[in-house]
């Protein structure tokens, strides 16, 4: 088979890994990919929501199954863009059609999802520019802290914690009256702030059938300790020493089968990845969000722990037959450190050499912001590479993945050396 894979960041780096280990697979693209993804396959310089870049690709390498990597292509229609086109429309694609995508592309759309499916989640409330004042009277009776989130995507940065009533209030005028996340703060949810540990769950779906992957947690801060400014991710581990089989009977029962099922109820055909963002509290799990794709740097960590062939899923979940289907996921744990430009998340360092990856020793180095220039490897993202070890525990794992790190060297890396320490 010719497989095309969406996206350039170290989940596709991951997918691509994972996705070259199969027979089945013959010839691997990825558009655009990055600089590690060419050991893996060919990479191909098309924007992911170049439809019509994509098409021709499609069409001149012959691919049989297209996976998509990022949101945003989802949230624009690129499954839809497929089956609209006559020459396209028999070949499948991995990731939901548009009206599924929202589940991620709009905040507002989840929060009316989970309550209409009885989906634990937190109280929340919906406000426009039009309902401005109405919102500003909510939060004074909202109990603190509070969380704002813009209703569409805002790469990661739509979502606001709020501490006082002031700040609440003077973070609703800024996104819904000044724009300020853009078009994707037009509508803001207001929601109840839920205390405990979060983690990711991740599903496959062909519609009917799904398949629970490995779980993870990811670390989002920047400063060690898990403090500074959010970002894409730090690093992250699986399994997940909480998230026990108890814990799990409870996600499976209280949100997987009623989400896959809400979704056939409402006639909305689903066939990828659904990514929940879970808070446990005191043992009792609610969806802070969905997510119609992989996580990042999760993946990194996941596609470690799955040892069953990883198209024949992917296969499972085109051609509607995920049941029949083997998951096979290792007891080992996986740890993943990122490593990161100087300065990120804010502006960041760019276009430094990037030298010693031949010296990891017991991981894998998934690139994330990288290229090539010349015969160099240089840094282009905020989030450069992502080390990834699997080890038999976790304190190994944690152990494997720093050094393998300290082993590389750009000007201006940096990289948390804690991940993890928290479970410990």
Not at 71 to 80: A, I, S, Y
Not at 240 to 250: C, G, I, L
Not at 256 to 271: A, H, N, Q, S
Request: proline share 4%; glycine share 10%.
């Amino acid at each position: 088979m010719n497989i095309l894979i969406l996206g350039s960041g170290g989940r596709e780096s991951a997918f691509a890994w994972k996705v070259a280990q199969s027979p089945k697979c013959e010839k691997l693209f990825i558009a655009p990919g990055n600089a590690g993804t060419t050991q893996y396959g060919t990479n191909v310089n098309i924007k992911v929501t170049d439809f019509e870049g994509i098409k021709a690709l499609v069409l001149k390498e012959a691919i049989d199954l297209v996976l998509v990597g990022p949101e945003e292509p989802l949230v624009k229609g690129v499954h839809d863009f497929f089956l609209a086109d006559e020459q396209l429309k028999n070949i499948p694609v991995v990731g939901p059609q548009q009206e599924g995508a929202q589940l991620e592309g709009s905040k507002d759309f989840s929060k009316i999802f989970m309550e209409k499916h009885n989906i634990p989640t937190a109280a929340y409330k919906t406000f426009t520019k039009d309902t401005l004042e109405d919102g500003l009277t909510y939060l004074a009776t909202a109990g603190l802290p509070v969380v704002l989130k813009a209703d569409g995507l805002a790469a990661g940065k739509g979502v606001l914690i709020c501490l006082t009533l002031e700040e609440a209030q003077t973070e609703l005028k800024a996104m819904l009256a000044d724009a300020k996340f853009g078009e994707a703060s037009s509508r803001v949810v207001v929601e109840q702030f839920l205390t405990g540990i979060e983690l990711s769950v991740f599903v496959m779906t062909d519609g009917n059938s799904y398949k629970i992957l490995p779980e993870a947690k990811d670390y989002k801060r920047i400063g060690e300790g898990d403090t500074g400014l959010n970002t894409g991710g730090m690093g992250s581990i699986s399994p997940v020493p909480f998230a026990d089989a108890d814990f799990m009977k409870k996600v499976e029962e209280r949100v997987i089968i009623p989400t896959v099922e809400g979704l056939k109820k409402d006639g909305i055909p689903y066939k990828g990845f659904i990514f929940i963002g879970l808070m446990n509290s005191n043992g009792e799990p609610w969806v802070i969000e969905y997510n119609c794709r992989m996580g990042d740097p999760e993946t990194e960590s996941v596609m470690r722990r799955i040892d069953s062939d990883f198209v024949d899923l992917l296969l499972g979940v085109a051609e509607g037959n995920l049941d029949t289907k083997e998951l096979t996921i290792s007891p080992k744990t996986a740890a993943t450190v990122v490593m990161v430009a100087g300065g990120y998340p804010g502006e960041y360092l760019k276009n430094k050499v990037i030298t010693g990856t031949e010296n990891v020793r017991d991981s894998i180095v998934f690139h994330a912001g990288t290229a090539m220039d010349g015969e160099d490897v240089i840094t282009t993202g905020g989030r450069v590479l992502a080390i990834t070890t699997v080890q038999d525990n976790m304190f190994s794992a944690l152990q494997q993945a720093t050094a393998d790190a300290s082993r590389i060297y750009y000007d201006g890396m940096y990289f948390r050396k804690d991940i993890g320490f928290d479970l410990l």
